[in-house]
Every structure is written in C-alpha cells, then in structure tokens.
C-alpha cells in the first residue's frame, strides 16, 4: 500500500461519504450569546448536490441559520476516521465556503435521499435549505498528509 493519495479526489470522497458535519459560523450577538464575533460550531447533516456542493436543511430558529445570515462565511468538519484507535492517525476534511438559501426542488429530493429521516420536518415552514459555494477545502489524510485544495479542483463540473 502506497502514501500517496490524489488529494481532490479523496477529499470528494470523504464530503461525499459523509452524512453528519461540524458547522462552523461567526456567531453574532443574540439570545444568550455573548456578543461577537465567536465562533460557534454545531453539529449538522449534510448531502451534495451534483457538483459536490454540500447542502444543509436547518431552521431559522438555529443560532447557526441566524449566523449565516449576518455572514455567509462557513466551515464545514468532515470527519472519516471512524473506527481508527487514533483518529488523528486518519482523514478529514475541513471545507471553507459560502452559504445561501436555496429554493430548489431537485436540491431538496436529493438531500431526503441522503437524509429521509428529515422529511418529517422538510415541510415546517422554518426549515431552508442551504448550498455551500466551496472556496476551498484543507484535508488532513494523516499525519505529515496535509492538502490545501482549491474549489476548482474540489468541485466536479463537467
């Protein structure tokens, strides 16, 4: 087995293979915050759009939906190190981005294809749709492994 990885490709597969996601936003001053700007991480479920774009289905009622809309600046934890004993030993992906609010059908079937379980609550009137726009992505494939990959690399356009 080699070390050498094709680092966009491996990233993609590790967005893509993910469901679940650290959401990092710029926390803005609101109930019980703090003040800003914070970083404020939670935990989201993402899917992809065909291009690679990872979506988000959350609620205005969010800190993070709210934070977002004050900055559409995002970063997106991909964790693929399950079942390591050292799980710094193995990948991750951390995505930079901009998100929005999309109103798009199609978008929205394919994340409740990834995620059914959200159907439930698809159809509350709080709960959007969000596309991330990468800028660029920075994968850890291991240790001394280290990747800065650009959007135009990351993303797959045809």
Same mark, same amino acid.
């Given at each position: 087995?080699?070390?050498? !990885?094709?680092?966009?490709?491996?990233?993609?597969? !590790?967005?893509?293979?993910? &469901?679940?996601?650290?959401?990092?936003?710029?926390?803005?001053?609101?109930?019980?915050?703090? &003040?800003?700007?914070?970083?404020?991480?939670? #935990?989201?479920?993402?899917?992809?759009?065909?291009?690679?774009?990872?979506?988000?289905?959350?609620?205005?009622?969010?800190?993070?939906?709210?934070?977002?809309?004050?900055?559409?600046?995002?970063s997106l934890l991909y964790d693929g190190t399950g079942g390591l004993d050292d799980p710094l030993t193995?990948?991750? +992906?951390?995505?930079?981005?901009?998100?929005?609010? +999309?109103?798009? &059908?199609?978008?929205?079937?394919?994340? #409740?294809?990834?995620?059914?379980?959200?159907?439930?609550?698809?159809?509350?009137?709080?709960?959007?749709?969000?596309?991330?726009?990468?800028?660029?992505?920075?994968?850890?494939? &291991?240790?001394?492994? !280290?990747?800065?990959?650009?959007?135009?690399?990351?993303?797959? !356009?045809?």
């Amino acid at each position: 087995m080699t070390d050498e !990885i094709d680092p966009a490709p491996f990233c993609r597969r !590790i967005i893509r293979a993910a &469901g679940p996601a650290t959401l990092a936003t710029t926390a803005v001053k609101g109930k019980g915050g703090v &003040g800003g700007p914070w970083p404020y991480a939670s #935990l989201v479920l993402t899917a992809c759009d065909g291009q690679g774009n990872p979506l988000l289905l959350i609620s205005d009622l969010a800190d993070h939906t709210r934070n977002m809309r004050a900055d559409a600046r995002v970063s997106l934890l991909y964790d693929g190190t399950g079942g390591l004993d050292d799980p710094l030993t193995g990948p991750r +992906v951390t995505l930079q981005g901009e998100a929005g609010q +999309v109103e798009d &059908g199609g978008l929205m079937d394919i994340y #409740l294809a990834r995620h059914p379980q959200a159907k439930f609550y698809a159809e509350f009137k709080d709960f959007h749709l969000f596309r991330v726009r990468p800028l660029r992505a920075h994968l850890v494939a &291991g240790f001394g492994r !280290i990747h800065w990959i650009e959007a135009g690399e990351l993303l797959e !356009i045809d």
